[in-house]
């Protein structure tokens, strides 16, 4: 399991070089979100402080009806691009 060996790579490197600076934590946590990623199909995410998109496979195994839900409940802040882009329109602190 991949985040097994990312989660053991991470004790490993706390062994050797003890507790990680800010950068390398970051590092995992963009992996971490990298597989959860992969998992749900999604293939891209472009977001900056001003918002961005998230691109779905097309056998994504996120069910349409989630999207569209979360598009009813925040129609300010989500609405979809073509048939696999969810723009996300939200103001994110840097």
């Given at each position: 399991d991949t985040?097994?060996?990312l ?10 070089f003890?507790?990680?600076p800010q950068?390398v ?5 963009v992996?971490?979100?990298?597989l959860?990623?992969e998992?749900?199909?999604i ?5 900056n402080t001003?918002?961005?998109n998230?691109?779905f496979s ?9 999207i ?10 989500y609405?979809m691009?073509?048939g696999?882009?969810l723009k ?7």
């Amino acid at each position: 399991d991949t985040q097994e060996k990312l989660d053991n790579i991470r004790m490993e490197l706390i062994d050797r070089f003890g507790i990680p600076p800010q950068s390398v934590k970051h590092l995992f946590s963009v992996h971490q979100i990298r597989l959860k990623a992969e998992h749900l199909g999604i293939t891209k995410i472009d977001i900056n402080t001003q918002g961005g998109n998230i691109e779905f496979s097309p056998d994504t195994p996120v069910q349409a009806i989630s999207i569209i839900q979360l598009m009813q409940k925040n129609p300010t802040y989500y609405r979809m691009e073509g048939g696999q882009r969810l723009k996300v329109m939200v103001q994110l602190e840097e």
